[in-house]
């Protein structure tokens, strides 16, 4: 078992950056596969990024390809989303998750086994 817990969001205006932190606790970080996902206030929850087990494979929603980049330090146990050239709509609460896989380039894109509790991200102009 794991448990995750982010950190990291808070308000920022249109145009800058922040840095999203998905601390890992429980067992070792590396079997996992790693996602971030968003939800915005009365909106559903929707994919932003993903990252594979071996830390090497990416996949990224189509409205923050280019902006956003997932990374992961499995020393430190923590996964992150750096988030540039924010826009009003990434406003949302981001939630990291994780699945474990046998497999070290699989991506998770729609389910996973753990879930953190939510950092508030708000983009104000």
């Known amino acids: 078992q794991v448990q995750l817990v982010e950190s990291g969001g808070g308000l920022v205006q249109v145009g800058g950056s922040l840095r999203l932190s998905c601390v890992a606790s429980g067992r070792t970080f590396s079997p996992y596969a790693i996602t971030w996902f968003r939800q915005a206030p009365g909106k559903e929850r929707e994919f932003v990024a993903g990252?594979?087990?071996?830390?090497?494979?990416?996949q990224y929603a189509d409205s923050v390809k280019g902006r956003f980049t997932i990374s992961r330090d499995n020393a430190k146990n923590t996964a992150y989303l750096q988030m540039n050239s924010l826009k009003p709509e990434d406003t949302a609460v981001y939630f990291c998750?994780?699945?474990?896989?046998?497999?070290?380039?699989?991506?998770?894109?729609?389910?996973?086994?753990?879930w953190g509790q939510g950092t508030q991200v708000i983009v104000s102009s």
């Open positions: 998750a994780a699945r474990e896989t046998f497999l070290p380039g699989v991506i998770i894109t729609t389910t996973a086994d753990h």
């Open positions: 990252l594979s087990r071996s830390g090497t494979s990416t």
